[in-house]
């Protein structure tokens, strides 16, 4: 004879408090080890505390800045810029760096992207781009401009690089962060307009980075 067992609604009751336990007991255990894990990388990020990569201009070559209309630019940029990482124990990976000039506020080249790199600790690379603009569109004033910057004997652009970065400590790869630095480029004006070039600057000059 076959026995059928039934349980009590009180034994019923005391076996859904224990799967609740459970539940409990792993919730916690899982948000300890999440918070420990969490607290390790701060703890490792403030001891290291990257810091910002440096840059500086290298070289300069302005080929060409005249207008072939009367706000229609075309330029034709060589430069040289010299990127460092100074932190000893963080590398970083540098993405989506796009290059172009510009002239008081005007850009006056179109972007010209630089491929994605790594840099490690303490490491030193060039970075070369030629930037070009045909029929740009530019102020009414562009000419104007240039022509007092002629006057005062310099010519001042700023040389601008976009992107973004990421900081690596060991094997662990931050977030993306965006990267912003400018470059002022002064030199020696030629004796006409348009520019014929090429005018060349070589100061080495810090550039301003900002993330």
């Known amino acids: 004879?076959?026995?059928?067992?039934?349980?009590?609604?009180?034994?019923?009751?005391?076996?859904?408090?224990?799967?609740?336990?459970?539940?409990?007991?792993?919730?916690?255990?899982?948000?300890?080890?999440?918070?420990t894990i969490l607290s390790l990388i701060l703890l490792v990020w403030l001891i290291l505390r990257p810091a910002k990569p440096e840059f500086s201009l290298k070289e300069a070559e302005i080929y060409q800045l005249n207008l072939s209309g009367p706000s229609l630019l075309n330029s034709s940029i060589q430069l040289t810029i010299l990127s460092k990482n100074p932190n000893q124990k963080v590398g970083v990976y540098y993405d989506e760096l796009q290059v172009y000039a510009a002239y008081k506020g005007q850009q006056i080249t179109t972007y010209t992207s630089l491929p994605h790199f790594y840099q490690g600790h303490e490491e030193s690379n060039l970075l070369t781009a030629s930037l070009v603009g045909v029929g740009l569109p530019v102020a009414p004033s562009f000419g104007y401009e240039v022509g007092r910057d002629q006057t005062a004997g310099k010519l001042v652009l700023n040389l601008k690089v976009n992107g973004q970065l990421r900081w690596k400590v060991g094997t662990w790869v931050s977030g993306r962060y965006r990267l912003n630095i400018n470059c002022v480029a002064v030199t020696a004006f030629g004796p006409t307009i348009p520019i014929t070039g090429p005018l060349i600057t070589k100061q080495g000059t810090q550039c301003s980075t900002s993330i």
């Open 1 to 35: 004879m076959s026995q059928v067992l039934i349980k009590s609604p009180k034994h019923c009751g005391k076996q859904g408090l224990n799967i609740n336990k459970l539940y409990k007991k792993l919730f916690f255990l899982f948000s300890t080890l999440f918070t």
